[in-house]
């Protein structure tokens, strides 16, 4: 399988940054770099890796934190999310003080993405899905050979993303679960934002808030 992940938590919040490269050549990507950035680092030298972007799945401050001051010192291309998320960009600063993260340097994205595109590390290609609800801008990353998904705070082990910030929905939540992530199949195992990976047909049939959907 040429697709390879580590997911490292980070920062009081416990967010999933995952790191993931193609074993082919080696080059990687870091999804969602919300902070700890020295860890994070860390584990990519470990690797032996070479790190050539950062993708995000939305722009809350746990998720994004970090993202700005990465890009800057490592000459690395922002990709994503979906330009529904500006306005949290535009707040980074207030997001920060607000939940008590360091200063957060702000940020544009190198590229917006919108549902149906595809973004590609080494050889390893995912296909893009655009799955509002939680923030307006939520994007998910799914590459189909690996039966991976990166989904950020859409879905959860046993729970799903809040939609009481400003911008959520929660029946828009429920549509981007049923329509966009169960069609990926069952047995595709997902990487949430926060928490242990799960299955969606584990999900779709135990789940609480959106089972039997």
Same mark, same amino acid.
Request: charged share 15%.
């Given at each position: 399988?040429?697709?390879?992940?580590?997911?490292?938590?980070?920062?009081?919040?416990?967010?999933?940054?995952?790191?993931?490269?193609?074993?082919?050549?080696? @080059?990687?990507?870091?999804?969602?770099?919300?902070?700890?950035?020295?860890?994070?680092? @860390?584990?990519? %030298?470990?690797?032996?890796?070479?790190?050539?972007?950062?993708?995000?799945?939305?722009?809350?401050?746990?998720?994004?934190?970090?993202?700005?001051?990465?890009?800057?010192?490592?000459?690395?291309?922002?990709?994503?999310?979906?330009?529904? %998320?500006?306005?949290?960009? %535009?707040?980074?600063?207030?997001?920060?003080?607000?939940?008590?993260?360091?200063?957060?340097?702000?940020?544009?994205?190198?590229?917006?993405?919108? %549902?149906?595109?595809?973004?590609?590390?080494?050889?390893?290609?995912?296909?893009?899905?655009?799955?509002?609800?939680?923030?307006?801008?939520?994007?998910?990353?799914?590459?189909?050979?690996?039966?991976?998904?990166?989904?950020?705070?859409?879905?959860?082990?046993?729970?799903?993303?809040?939609?009481?910030?400003?911008?959520?929905?929660?029946?828009?939540?429920?549509?981007?679960?049923?329509?966009?992530?169960?069609?990926?199949?069952?047995?595709?195992?997902?990487?949430?934002?926060?928490?242990?990976?799960?299955?969606?047909?584990?999900?779709?049939?135990?789940?609480?808030?959106?089972?039997?959907?």
């Amino acid at each position: 399988m040429p697709l390879h992940y580590r997911t490292i938590p980070v920062t009081p919040f416990q967010q999933n940054a995952s790191i993931v490269w193609c074993g082919a050549t080696r @080059k990687a990507a870091v999804i969602d770099p919300g902070g700890e950035l020295p860890r994070l680092l @860390k584990v990519v %030298d470990e690797l032996g890796v070479a790190l050539e972007q950062i993708w995000l799945t939305h722009a809350h401050i746990d998720h994004a934190g970090g993202t700005g001051t990465l890009a800057r010192e490592r000459g690395l291309p922002i990709v994503g999310p979906h330009p529904g %998320d500006q306005f949290w960009m %535009d707040g980074l600063a207030q997001q920060a003080a607000m939940f008590g993260f360091p200063p957060a340097e702000s940020f544009a994205p190198s590229r917006w993405l919108a %549902d149906g595109d595809q973004v590609q590390v080494g050889e390893c290609a995912f296909d893009v899905r655009h799955c509002p609800g939680h923030t307006p801008g939520h994007v998910v990353f799914h590459h189909a050979p690996a039966q991976r998904a990166f989904v950020g705070d859409v879905l959860f082990a046993g729970s799903i993303g809040r939609t009481d910030f400003p911008g959520g929905d929660h029946a828009t939540l429920i549509a981007s679960i049923t329509e966009r992530l169960w069609p990926m199949g069952d047995d595709t195992v997902f990487i949430p934002g926060h928490g242990p990976e799960s299955s969606f047909g584990h999900e779709r049939r135990h789940n609480p808030y959106v089972g039997r959907s």
